[in-house]
Nanobody, 115 residues
Framework: QVQLVESGGGLVQAGGSLRLSCAAS????????MYWYRQAPGKQREWVAT???????TYADSVKGRFTISRDNAKNTVYLQMNSLKAEDTAVYYC?????????WGQGTQVTVSS
């Protein structure tokens, strides 16, 4: 089985930075893509960023220029570096890995930005 464990969430002030990590364990031969999503209270889960197996990255307009997604293939880990945080970034952040068996989700980590 595949399990994704997130860490790095917490409370930060507006304008501050935070780095999220998500490490996958289990039998994984190939990860096609890694994603970050977030969900604010009472809202739908929204896509934040993607990094593909080829290293290409894409971002939601709301985080472009502020967030950076990266991966460490040797550790099966994806990161989300969040800079210039805004109160609107407050949400539960979820990582997801697309592998051959399907899309696997992490448990989520809370990010709260105070203003």
């Amino acid at each position: 089985q595949v399990q994704l464990v997130e860490s790095g969430g917490g409370l930060v002030q507006a304008g501050g930075s935070l780095r999220l990590s998500c490490a996958a364990s289990g039998s994984i031969f190939s990860i096609n893509a890694m994603y970050w999503y977030r969900q604010a209270p009472g809202k739908q889960r929204e896509w934040v960023a993607t990094v593909t197996s080829g290293g290409s990255t894409t971002y939601a307009d709301s985080v472009k220029g502020r967030f950076t997604i990266s991966r460490d293939n040797a550790k099966n880990t994806v990161y989300l570096q969040m800079n210039s945080l805004k109160a609107e970034d407050t949400a539960v952040y979820y990582c997801a890995f697309l592998i051959r068996s399907g899309l696997h989700w992490g448990q989520g980590t809370q990010v709260t930005v105070s203003s």
